[in-house]
């Protein structure tokens, strides 16, 4: 499992290229607020997360089923990274972050994908 990686995705990188294509400029992995945000916009106060289906629990999406073998170890690792999700959107939502969450499964629809953020980010 180490070499999951938790910075630089693919799909993480894909939507860090759309939303420089866009003209918006953004700040890396921010150590001061809550999960290390994947993308954040400091003068408009919003980040993007880019969350992938199976690690984070995408309830829509076929990728998000846990595993059947050694449920029990998947069941509570996976319970664990959705609380620190939960937590982690919480916090920031009380220091006045918006927050919008981008799914793997979502990275394959370039123009809904592209109107997400712009309506996102105004």
């Not at 690690?55 to 059947?68: F, K, L, N, V």
């Not at 009380?94 to 969450?101: C, T």
């Not at 629809?109 to 592209?114: P, S, T």
């Amino acid at each position: 499992m180490r070499a999951i990686r938790s910075q630089n995705t693919k799909p993480e990188m894909l939507v860090r290229r759309l939303v420089h294509a866009l003209g918006y400029r953004f700040r890396l992995h921010r150590r001061d607020l809550p999960g290390k945000p994947d993308i954040v916009f400091p003068s408009r106060r919003k980040i993007i997360n880019v969350h992938g289906c199976f690690w984070h629990q995408h309830s829509e999406c076929r990728d998000g089923r846990p595993p059947r073998s050694n449920s029990g170890y998947w069941s509570e690792k996976l319970a664990g990274n959705l609380a620190r999700d939960l937590k982690n959107s919480r916090l920031l939502q009380e220091a006045g972050w918006g927050e919008l969450v981008i799914w793997e499964c979502e990275i394959d629809d370039k123009v809904a994908l592209e109107s997400k953020i712009r309506a996102f980010l105004g």
